[in-house]
């Protein structure tokens, strides 16, 4: 499905405008998800084991623009890397935005945030991260060890409840990565990051991990609390992998209880 600029998906709320931009799609086959028969993946993933790459883009009331994320950029060839056609679709050049907020550095988050020649992609902007995911990943052989390396200067560590200003405030969900963290908004949303990889198999079973959480036991015990807070709540949310399917129509969605899960409630 090509996405054109009016049909992108949106939330608006607390002067933000939130927009939702698909930057590739990536496989996610039964071995991502351990502990869990390959058959019940299979009927969780029948629609396709494809999940979308989800960039986020803010526009605030006084004109200043946020990423959230930056997609894979070049990292995984064809799959990704649509985010800057994307922004031009939406008016939006990459000396344009103002912060790039990275939910955690894996390469799916983090790709788009240097050009090929290895030149920050974002020219004013400001690189946010979490302090205890730039300290983990800080010096390490990885993509998000090698963005720090090529950017550091222009990293700004934030700290768990952190007030980023435009009524955003950083929401610490460790577990998928030490430092994973997603944003509250003000005007009544959030965004969960790498919370839910896989909506079918996790709603229902919150257990349900994968094999890139980095503390599997925490990243589990993170999400129930958190999916029982955006039921009990009500609050619209979305996600870096909340997928569109002809099933699950928009990446944003509210939640509710149903018996020791969770399924989708009209928004
Ligand atoms: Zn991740």
């Known amino acids: ?20 931009l698909r930057d590739g799609t990536l496989g996610l086959g039964a071995d991502v998800f351990p ?5 019940r993946v299979a009927a969780a993933h029948r629609g396709g084991d494809a999940v979308d790459v989800n960039v986020f883009l803010l526009r605030h009331a006084d004109g200043s623009l946020d990423l959230v994320d930056t997609g894979c950029g070049a990292l995984y060839g064809e799959a990704g890397g649509q ?11 990459p000396g344009d935005i103002d912060r790039v907020i990275f939910t955690h550095l894996h390469g799916d ?9 290895g030149e920050p992609a ?11 995911d730039i300290a983990h990943w800080r010096g390490k052989d990885s993509h998000g060890g090698r963005l720090l390396a ?37 005007g009544g949303f959030a965004l969960v990051g790498d919370l ?28 129930a609390q958190a999916l029982a807070w955006l039921a009990e709540s009500g609050v619209p949310f979305s996600g870096s992998h909340i997928t569109t399917t002809p099933v699950s129509p928009s990446p944003i969605l509210r939640i509710a209880r149903q018996g020791s899960g969770y399924l989708r409630s009209p928004l």
Not at 206 to 220: C, G, L, M, N, R
């Open 1 to 20: 499905m090509t996405q054109g600029p009016e049909q992108t998906p949106r939330w608006q709320g607390g002067g933000t405008t939130l927009l939702c």
């Open 35 to 39: 502990g869990v028969p390959a058959e």
């Open 83 to 93: 985010l800057v056609a994307l922004l031009a679709a939406q008016g939006v050049a």
């Open 109 to 117: 988050h983090v790709g788009g945030a240097l050009t090929e020649a």
């Open 122 to 132: 974002f020219p004013k902007a400001a690189y946010l991260a979490h302090e205890v």
């Open 150 to 186: 090529a950017c550091g200067d222009r990293f700004r560590a934030v700290q768990s409840g952190a007030d980023l200003g435009h009524g955003l405030r950083t929401w610490l969900l460790p577990g998928h990565t030490p430092g994973h963290m997603g944003l509250h908004f003000a």
């Open 196 to 223: 839910l990889h896989s909506l079918p198999l996790q709603l229902p079973d919150p257990s349900v991990h994968t094999k890139f959480d980095i503390d599997s036991t925490q990243a589990s015990r993170v999400r």
